[in-house]
């Protein structure tokens, strides 16, 4: 049975909907604020050999990853004829295809009449892992021993039976097991639901059918990338941004992309970028991979389907033992500050070739606030917030305020929910006024936010970045703000390094974090007078 075009697109569809309905079932049924409000999670479902065919709306760092995750389990630590259909592996580990530990993969193969024909998976950032720091977000780790609990790959479900030796060894481990192990139960329903729905489609189709149409899905969207990268004029496009440091010494981090393009292909050099650090900001290919994959779908216009066919005309080059492809046991904890700043350098090679297309950087990287408060009792309750700024002005108009941006797609977590489950009140939420970068368009505006502790005494660790370079504006549009991250104690203000583990707090102390603005795209001279005084009026300026 040879498909016609209006299968493949139903199947394709069908699909989609199938990573969407996994989607929704974590979103409904998860316990944490990390999971259920601040949505960092993905699902996707993937072809037997582990290719990315059709994901959620979810978040680019975990989706781009998680196809190269399932085949190094397929091909290191999985036999796939061992891999009953009845189970479910687990793993979390950087180094056996995981992100960082408190990203937990789960995946279950889908078998028709005795054939693998899929695979569908989740991802979720978990509150807590264990390790040194509350969220296991240890800024000062210089291990990955130190970061948490490592889960090989592992059966968490053998043949429809759920392994409590692991699940209490997990639990036992965390901090909040209850949030946690929740969390990993609505993973668990997720996969159930996803494969329930590639079986009704090969009900309907046949596995022979389905495994045609997953191909072809994956063909598709090369040929589409490959003639949106043709219209790429060739060439060799290089740029460079620093991060501020790895939290353990004072020194800028270098990424380097040299991007080249030749005909259909691509070819990205990240061999420039500096060692990998003593601070948990270090990246495995996989992680880094990710960026690159997303800032080229991104510099296209959006009429593919995005999968692991897009990534088949780019190829990447890495340094062993580099910040982009650390070897064990290097800390990753922050391992996004890499991923976020590698894309704000790909949009800069980008704008080279496209420079009516890219935009200016956006704020470039996770502004991770974690709080541990500690109650009178003993009791003990963890908060981990991602928090966002603006994004870079682009050719046609102003950057976005305060707005999930690149390699996120989070959302907020609401002041009430935050109030209601933790002692914490949130003082103020708010944009920075002037925090976008001048330019005939100006960069969207970062966000002010401010934590009271309301408990007897509490913990507080940062992880961030853009406090000394900041993202940087285009075509004579000037860069946006720097972050700033502030104790405040009886009305007296404090600095608070970006990068900081075990920072005491005491009743009534409140944490004041702004955000950088994204830059500006064009010479300020250019703007029209009348976003000038509308700047002015509404409080931008």
């Not at 409000?37 to 699902?43: A, H, I, K």
Request: hydrophobic fraction near 40%.
């Amino acid at each position: 049975m040879t498909l016609g075009p209006i299968e493949i697109e139903v199947i394709r569809n069908a699909l989609t909907a199938a990573a969407a309905e996994m989607d929704i079932t974590i979103w409904r049924t998860s316990r944490s604020t990390t999971v259920r409000e601040l949505l960092d999670y993905s699902t996707a479902v993937f072809d037997a050999a582990g290719n990315n065919v059709a994901q959620s709306a979810r978040i680019p760092q975990h989706l781009n990853s998680m196809g190269a995750a399932l085949r190094t389990l397929l091909d290191r630590f999985v036999d796939a004829s061992d891999w009953d259909e009845g189970d479910v592996v687990i793993t979390n580990d950087p180094y056996c295809g995981g992100q960082h530990l408190n990203d937990v993969l789960a995946f279950k193969p889908v078998d028709h009449q005795g054939q693998r024909i899929a695979y569908v998976g989740t991802l979720c950032h978990h509150i807590d892992m264990g390790g040194m720091a509350p969220g296991s977000y240890a800024a000062t780790a210089t291990e990955v021993f130190q970061e948490g609990i490592r889960i090989p790959p592992l059966k968490l479900i053998e043949k429809g039976v759920l392994n409590k030796a692991l699940w209490a060894m997990i639990g036992q481990n965390v901090r909040k097991p209850a949030l946690m192990l929740g969390d990993l139960q609505s993973q668990l329903a997720s996969l159930e639901v996803g494969s329930a729905s590639i079986r009704r489609l090969t009900t309907r189709y046949g596995a022979a059918a389905l495994i045609e149409a997953a191909g072809r899905i994956l063909d598709m969207s090369e040929t589409a990338m490959r003639a949106a990268i043709r219209d790429m004029p060739d060439g060799t496009y290089e740029f460079v941004d620093f991060l501020d440091d790895d939290g353990i010494s004072a020194d800028p981090v270098r990424l380097h992309v040299s991007l080249t393009v030749a005909g259909d292909e691509i070819t990205v050099d990240l061999s420039g970028c500096a060692d990998q650090q003593r601070g948990p900001i270090n990246c495995t290919p996989a992680m880094s991979n990710c960026a690159v994959y997303y800032s080229i779908i991104a510099a296209t216009d959006g009429a593919m389907p995005a999968n692991a066919g897009c990534y088949r005309p780019i190829r990447i080059i890495h340094r062993e033992g580099s910040v982009t492809s650390c070897r064990a046991p290097a800390s990753v904890a922050h391992r996004v500050a890499v991923s976020h700043r590698l894309a704000n350098v790909m949009f800069g090679c980008l704008h080279q070739a496209l420079p009516d297309r890219m935009p200016a950087a956006y704020y470039g990287g996770s502004y991770v606030a974690t709080f541990q408060t500690e109650g009178e009792d003993g009791s003990r309750e963890v908060l981990v917030e991602i928090e966002i700024g603006g994004t870079g002005a682009s050719p046609a108009k102003d950057g976005v305020n305060a707005w999930s941006f690149g390699m996120h797609n989070n959302s907020n977590i609401p002041v009430e929910m935050i109030e209601s489950q933790m002692p914490l009140t949130i003082t103020h939420y708010g944009l920075v006024p002037g925090s976008g970068g001048a330019g005939q368009h100006r960069g969207g505006l970062g966000l002010v936010r401010e934590w009271r502790v309301d408990s007897p005494a509490g913990v507080f660790t940062a992880n961030m970045d853009r406090f000394r370079f900041p993202p940087y504006g285009l075509a004579g549009g000037q860069p946006g703000s720097l972050g700033r991250l502030l104790r405040i104690r009886d009305g007296v203000e404090t600095p608070i390094p970006p990068k900081s583990d075990g920072v005491r707090l005491l009743k009534g102390d409140i944490v004041r974090l702004e955000t950088s603005g994204g830059g500006g795209f064009g010479a300020p001279a250019a703007r029209d007078p009348a976003a000038r005084t509308r700047d002015a009026e509404q409080g931008y300026a």
